[in-house]
């Protein structure tokens, strides 16, 4: 793994009413001798589980890759990357646990490599 | 889960999905839509530009082919002192209609005077004519046809392949909601009511004007729909399947009663059973339809949670029945993919019995009507929609008609969430004793 990830949700809050604004900050170190990021995005978002297909609904997208980064610059140039985020939650979905589906909601941050995995961290909340 | 205090976030790796097999494949389509178009073009811009124009004067003109057909016109003409034969019609061979080379063929009377194009460089190539629809613009737009829409699947899913599902959804109704929230549009409300699920998460349902409260519910699933579909797969299952039954009976009939014939009809024995099947089925689907339909109205919706409402319904007699029964109901419906097949699975996440009456004697009423009040749980679950999974609430009617099939009508309704509030949402079952 050449990255970590810290997602810190302001207050350090789990639960959140509808309508209620989402705050928080995304620190992301860069290990040394690992490959740059091609992608760096955060995503506030609601996700299914269970036995049908996946589905996500996304209220906050953001890309957090900074404009000097290039990949010819190498991991080093890119340093750590603090950044703010804030949003308002819609009025639905709510957090649910059912029989054969779940919805969550997630503060997501992906960091994707050229031809390679993606990691995803996330940060679960129950909305309600 | 994560504690809520752990500093350094858990990583989950995901990998990207190879596509090189689906890429190879459109790829075909590409080259050959391409080779196609790309020779056509060649061929008439060739003739077009290149060619000179001489008089020629036509010797034959009928008619070629026999499954399409193409003018054939033989025709001399001179170039350089020397005399020259063709029956070239276009740069490139094309074959259509009779009725298309007929009336080519006609406008080229034998022992007229023409013009046509000769090749200066190679004198025996020469055509009648250099750019026309039939042999230029239908096979390239053809061309580009066949390699245009694979290219443009090809486009889209590379274009997605650098896009993330984050990205991707981040144009979907989530951010419209956002922007209305900006813009200061009420969400939900009387006012938005109309447009809740253009918006949101939320089921697509029609609506009428009731006759005894405000709003009439649709049925989910009309019964004359069930009835037609059953009829259209008995008749195209009973005919491909009679085919080979006359083919078998004719050889029994003929006194060919050989290993074949007594293999093909025990092969043929489930396929004539699934046809009897699918009749009876008919006939079931048919017997329920004639048992008129029910009418439900509700005194509102959208409803919220913990909200009380009218619910009235009506029955066109005369009916019988022992047991009638309305429920309210809160139904997971989930569809997913395994392999190329979608399935679909139910679970009941919350049922409420509103009424219940019982008839033993199966006397007949004339017309079933009744008011009654219920009230969405205060924790119930909103309704909810999203391309695979749903949430939806609906008011069964249900009647057991004594010699007939059971009668079972679901009209579905919006739920919206009650007042904020930190109560869990889960799933039960609550039926009273």
């Excluded at chain 2, 009336?103 to 025996?124: H, L």
């Amino acid at each position: 793994m050449s990255a970590e990830v810290e997602i810190l949700i302001d207050g350090n809050r789990d639960r959140f009413l509808r309508g209620e604004t989402i705050s928080g900050e995304i620190n992301v170190r860069f290990l040394s001798g690992g490959k740059p990021p091609s992608r760096l995005e955060l995503s506030i978002l609601w996700q299914t589980e269970g036995k049908g297909n996946v589905d996500i609904g996304v209220i906050h997208f953001e890309s957090l890759m900074p404009q000097s980064a290039g990949m010819d610059r190498g991991i080093e140039a890119m340093g750590p990357i603090h950044s703010r985020f804030s949003a308002e939650l819609p009025a639905i979905p709510l957090s649910y646990h059912g029989n054969l589906l779940k919805i969550h909601w997630f503060v997501r941050v992906r960091v994707a490599y050229p031809k390679s995995d993606e990691l995803v961290f996330e940060k679960p909340f129950w909305m309600s | 889960m994560t504690h809520p205090g752990s500093p350094i976030s858990p990583a989950r790796v995901e990998k990207p999905a190879k596509m090189g097999c689906v890429v190879a494949f459109l790829m075909i389509f590409i080259l050959v839509g391409a080779a196609i178009a790309g020779y056509f073009t060649y061929e008439n811009l060739k003739a077009a530009l290149f060619f000179k124009e001489i008089p020629c004067r036509i010797i034959s003109s009928d008619v070629a082919g026999s499954e399409s057909h193409r003018p054939h016109i033989v025709y001399e003409y001179e170039f350089n002192g020397t005399t020259h034969r063709s029956d070239r019609y276009s740069p490139v061979k094309f074959s259509a209609s009779r009725k298309w080379a007929k009336k080519i063929s006609r406008s080229y009377r034998p022992g007229s005077t023409q013009t046509c194009f000769v090749n200066p460089n190679e004198p025996t190539e020469a055509v009648l004519v250099t750019a026309e629809f039939w042999s230029f613009g239908f096979p390239l737009v053809f061309g580009l046809f066949f390699a245009g829409i694979p290219g443009f699947i090809l486009f889209a899913m590379v274009r997605g392949k650098n896009m993330s599902p984050e990205a991707s959804e981040s144009r979907g109704p989530g951010f419209r909601v956002a922007a209305r929230r900006s813009m200061g549009i009420p969400l939900i409300g009387r006012g938005a009511g109309m447009e809740l699920e253009k918006d949101l998460p939320l089921p697509r349902l029609k609506f009428h004007q009731g006759s005894q409260l405000p709003v009439r519910l649709s049925v989910a699933v009309t019964r004359l729909g069930s009835v037609i579909g059953t009829l259209i797969f008995a008749l195209f299952w009973n005919g491909i399947v009679s085919i080979f039954v006359y083919q078998v009976v004719q050889s029994w009939l003929k006194g060919r009663g050989g290993v074949f014939e007594i293999f093909l009809t025990l092969f043929l024995i489930p396929f004539v059973l699934v046809g009897l099947f699918a009749i009876g089925l008919f006939f079931y689907t048919l017997f329920k339809v004639r048992t008129k339909d029910v009418m439900m109205e509700i005194s509102k919706e959208p409803l919220r949670g913990g909200e009380p409402f009218r619910i009235y319904f009506h029955q066109p007699g005369p009916v019988r029945f022992t047991q009638l029964q309305v429920r309210l109901i809160c139904e997971e419906v989930v569809q997913y993919t395994r392999g190329t097949d979608t399935f679909t699975d139910r679970a009941i996440a919350r049922e409420l019995l509103l009424l219940e009456d019982k008839d033993p004697t199966a006397a007949t009423h004339h017309e079933i009507s009744k008011t009654l009040e219920a009230a969405i749980p205060q924790d119930a679950m909103h309704s909810f929609k999203s391309k695979s999974n749903e949430l939806l609430w609906k008011l069964r009617f249900s009647m057991a008609i004594p010699g007939r099939p059971d009668v079972e009508h679901d009209f579905a309704f919006r739920v919206l969430p009650s007042p904020p509030s930190f109560v869990p949402v889960h799933a039960e079952t609550n039926i009273p004793a």
